[in-house]
């Protein structure tokens, strides 16, 4: 008797192996991540094939644009930097490279005095005066990058 339940335990094991197996390798067509455009984009990240500039982007992080951006380096306060690429003309817009990794693009808004690049809802603001610049993230009176300086070109 206890040799029967040894023998159906490894059966029910070894089937239940092959199921599984069988199971990933129906699902691989529908992974997240495993819907890659003509291109390589992966939509389902954000990515969308953009022509101008021959290569995969999201558009919350980089203008789709062929136009040649001006880029500079700010450096702030806590040892942070940010790196800014002006596209200046008809765009209008900044992307920008935080030192924590983040890359956001950010169109221009109004503003008395210097340049303001925000979001719509306000939630992120870069502004830009000279060769000074700051950020805000939410409170718009507490920047978390601050006393950002240009660093010599």
Request: aromatic share 10%.
């Amino acid at each position: 008797m206890k040799k029967n339940i040894k023998v159906f335990v490894i059966v029910l094991i070894i089937f239940v192996v092959l199921l599984g197996l069988f199971l990933i390798s129906q699902n691989k067509t529908n992974l997240v991540g495993n819907d890659r455009d003509a291109h390589g984009c992966i939509a389902s990240a954000g990515y969308s094939w953009c022509g101008a500039r021959n290569e995969c982007l999201r558009s919350w992080e980089d203008l789709c644009t062929s136009t040649v951006p001006k880029t500079v380096t700010f450096n702030c306060d806590e040892g942070k930097n940010v790196v800014a690429s002006f596209y200046l003309g008809g765009e209008n817009v900044v992307d920008l490279k935080l030192n924590d990794g983040r890359k956001i693009s950010l169109p221009l808004a109004m503003s008395a005095s210097g340049a303001r690049y925000a979001k719509p809802d306000e939630s992120f603001v870069f502004w830009n005066k000279g060769d000074t610049a700051f950020i805000t993230e939410g409170d718009p009176n507490t920047p978390t990058f601050k006393n950002c300086m240009l660093v010599s070109e």
